[in-house]
């Protein structure tokens, strides 16, 4: 019967270790046989491995310098100190460097950084700048409706009064396109043409014979009527004086006393520059009206110019 | 739970590790002083006696502790990771060296000696270099077990786990490095240096 083997090659340190070859079992004994030469080899490696460990206990110990537990507990230190530290210690080496020498990198970095925000700054300006005459371009537009491409050239000079809710004083001299436009609220400009409109009235009688207003040379409320295709001229004329006028105020029915015509706003082509609500709206409704006062007949009509209380309002307020 | 500084001996390596992770410094230097001189003398050992070079090999384990402690495997014992991180920084050690044997010959001369006072003295200091010299000679696996076996007293099982292989190539590994190193170590009388009596229990 084959007995198993009891032993592993590599379990043969505890043999040499505990027993001597004499002392070996016989299964012990054919284990050792079956990986060794024999009884010499067996000592020799029983008396190296009993000397081995005495051996290394009688060994000098060594012992590390100081500088090695400091160094590494050094590095523990500073792996253990917060990242954000470590980055401000260099930021603030980098700013003030020891070296005087050093100092032109954060010099050319703010200098740098100085000229980029002036530069954005002026762009940003511009672009700004771009956006607003945009913007009054696109309010220049002037509906279709309006439009009269026969118009004359606009007069030199032209005040117009809105006696809606705006006062505009245009000016357009020569070749002079700059125009300047004022738009005053309805309050205000109450509270202005009131005493005017008092003034005006004291003088209306006394001014019945002075230098009338050229009505070739204003607005004079003629609007050519293309429709028919006939070319007749209707006049429209004011009714009334500004005494009798409604007070001015945002809820007020639009006064019939004035009405600006057609052509009158193709000449100024500067009307485009005051705001949209108070250009457009009481442009179509003034428009309206004098449609309605021409079916009315009105044959009494007078031209703008020939408006004594109209221009002295004008005058008044200029 | 405050730890106070006579506590830090008392805890277990993995314990102290923990604590290394969360940066606890005391913890740091509590590994420090209880593996400094096992593994200084492993790295004398193992890379030529040479004890500058040991040194920068104990300083370096120990600042890669430091700086990553996050690499230790807590389900592994810690001296077991230590001395495989230790056994790999030899591995690179030997091949960075163009020449190993001849290094160690060549350092062989320069070897940090202890005086012998007597004559059994002059015996184990003869022994001693001359197995040294041997172990010099042998693979750089065989070698670190045979040190980590018989210097370092490790367990079988706890060098199986340093090297990651099974306890049998360990034991595979000592029985070989014994029986090449008796061959070699022929001329030295074994009989007359063991001490009569000294045999003692091994860990398994």
């Known amino acids: 019967m084959e007995r198993r083997e009891q032993y592993d090659p590599e379990d043969i340190e505890s043999l040499l270790t505990e027993r001597s070859f004499d002392e070996l079992l016989s299964e012990e004994r054919a284990f050792v046989l079956r990986h060794l030469s024999g009884r010499d080899e067996y000592e020799q490696m029983r008396a190296l491995l009993h000397h081995v460990r005495p051996d290394e206990r009688g060994r000098p110990t060594i012992e590390p310098e100081d500088r090695v537990r400091s160094n590494v507990l050094a590095a523990f230190r500073a792996q253990q100190q917060p990242q954000w530290r470590v980055w401000l210690n260099s930021v603030a080496v980098w700013l003030a460097p020891r070296d005087a020498s050093a100092f032109w990198r954060p010099a050319l970095a703010f200098g740098s950084l100085a000229l980029l925000i002036v530069a954005g700054f002026v762009a940003v300006r511009q672009f700004g700048n771009e956006t607003s005459v945009a913007d009054l371009a696109e309010l220049k537009e002037v509906p279709a409706h309006e439009k009269n491409e026969n118009s004359p050239a606009p007069p030199a000079e032209l005040e117009q009064m809105d006696t809606v809710g705006s006062l505009v004083i245009m000016h357009a001299e020569g070749s002079r396109a700059a125009a300047s436009v004022s738009e005053r609220p309805t309050e205000f400009l109450s509270a202005e043409v009131g005493p005017a409109r008092e003034e005006f009235h004291l003088d209306l009688d006394e001014k019945k014979d002075a230098p009338q207003f050229d009505p070739s040379a204003t607005a004079d409320a003629v609007m050519m009527d293309k429709e028919n295709g006939t070319g007749a001229t209707t006049k429209y004329e004011v009714n009334g004086s500004l005494s009798s006028a409604p007070p001015v105020s945002d809820t007020a029915p639009v006064p019939t006393g004035h009405v600006v015509t057609q052509e009158e706003l193709m000449r100024n082509q500067s009307v485009a520059n005051v705001a949209e609500t108070a250009k457009v709206s009481p442009t179509r409704k003034r428009a309206a009206q004098a449609e309605k006062v021409a079916d009315d007949g009105a044959s009494a009509s007078r031209s703008l110019g020939q408006d004594p209380a109209l221009m002295g309002l004008i005058y008044a307020g200029w | ?204």
């Open chain 2, 1 to 204: 739970m405050a730890l106070f500084g006579t506590e830090y001996g008392k805890l277990s390596d993995e314990r102290l590790m923990e604590l290394v992770v969360r940066g606890d410094e005391k913890a740091f230097a509590a590994l420090y002083d209880r593996y400094h001189r096992r593994l200084l003398s492993y790295f004398h050992r193992m890379l030529w006696s040479d004890k500058e070079k040991a040194q920068d090999f104990l300083q370096d384990l120990f600042t890669k502790l430091a700086t990553r402690p996050q690499s230790y495997d807590p389900s592994r014992p810690f001296q077991t990771w230590l001395f495989s991180v230790a056994n790999n920084m030899c591995k690179n050690a030997y091949r960075h060296e163009a020449v190993v044997k001849e290094a160690a010959v060549h350092l062989r001369n320069g070897v940090d000696r202890v005086e012998a006072t007597d004559g059994v003295g002059v015996d184990h200091e003869r022994f001693r270099d001359r197995l040294d010299e041997e172990l010099d000679k042998l693979d750089p696996d065989h070698k670190a077990t045979f040190v980590m076996r018989f210097h370092e007293d490790m367990a079988i099982k706890e060098i199986a786990a340093a090297f990651a292989c099974s306890e049998g190539t360990v034991k595979s590994r000592l029985f070989y490095t014994l029986k090449k190193l008796a061959e070699r170590m022929k001329e030295f009388d074994p009989n007359a240096l063991i001490p009569h009596g000294t045999a003692r229990a091994i860990r398994p």
